[in-house]
């Protein structure tokens, strides 16, 4: 009976999309771990949001960069973004999604025993029949980067962190980053996350009450 209200009660805060959530858990595979990490969502991201960054990645967003010397705001497809620059004026989709994320109005926190957090610039989810979860999060700020205790091998230089967590149905579960890996876009979540085969670099996520 005890597990049944247990999984009730975690079932009925999912489906009450809450806001703030509060997830904690404990690093792995990095030389920092074992650390505790603490995770506030105060609210899900907008699909209008989630769509810009995607947009940025996709170079279909304008930015100084991809739209020097062009008439970006004139004539045909005005408004819908311009298409990718060359030569000098080239940035990356890395480069283009971290200025989108410096635009993007803070979502929530991830903290750790290092002294300053993290924003979280993204944060989505979708649920499954079977009530378990995956939450999509993206950090303003590259994990570790003031330090050395996210890093991993064959580390990307992408100035962000991508981190999916996926949760059973009673908000228990562990997390992937995109640290040492790849970005690809996921059909469901409609969003980038992490290549498969990534290590799992949180354990133990769980639900939490509230913040400390």
Do not use: C, H
Not at 74 to 97: E, F, M, Q, Y
Not at 107 to 120: H, N, Q, R, T
Not at 140 to 152: C, E, I, S, T, V
Not at 201 to 212: F, G, P, T
């Amino acid at each position: 009976m005890r597990r049944l209200t247990l999984f009730l009660l975690a079932a009925l805060l999912f489906a009450n999309d809450p806001a703030p959530l509060y997830l904690t858990a404990t690093t792995a595979n990095i030389p920092g771990a074992p650390d505790q990490v603490r995770l506030e969502i105060l609210r899900w991201s907008t699909d209008e949001e989630r769509d810009r960054l995607m947009a940025a990645w996709e170079l279909r967003l304008s930015t100084p960069a991809n739209t020097k010397g062009k008439a970006a705001t004139k004539g045909k497809g005005a408004g819908r973004g311009a298409a990718p620059a060359s030569g000098a004026d080239a940035i990356s989709p890395s480069t283009a999604l971290a200025r989108a994320l410096q635009e993007t109005t803070t979502v929530g926190y991830l903290w750790s025993s290092e002294m300053a957090g993290y924003a979280l610039r993204y944060a989505g989810k979708i649920a499954n029949p079977d009530g378990s979860q995956r939450v999509l999060l993206i950090t303003q700020r590259r994990l570790g980067a003031m330090n050395q205790r996210w890093n991993l091998d064959a580390a990307n230089s992408d100035e962000f962190t991508v981190i999916e967590l996926r949760l059973d149905a009673k908000g228990q579960g562990e997390g992937r980053t995109s640290l040492a890996g790849k970005l690809a876009a996921d059909a469901s979540m409609k969003m980038l996350t992490p290549e498969s085969g990534q290590p799992v670099v949180l354990r133990n996520v769980k639900l939490a009450k509230e913040a400390k």
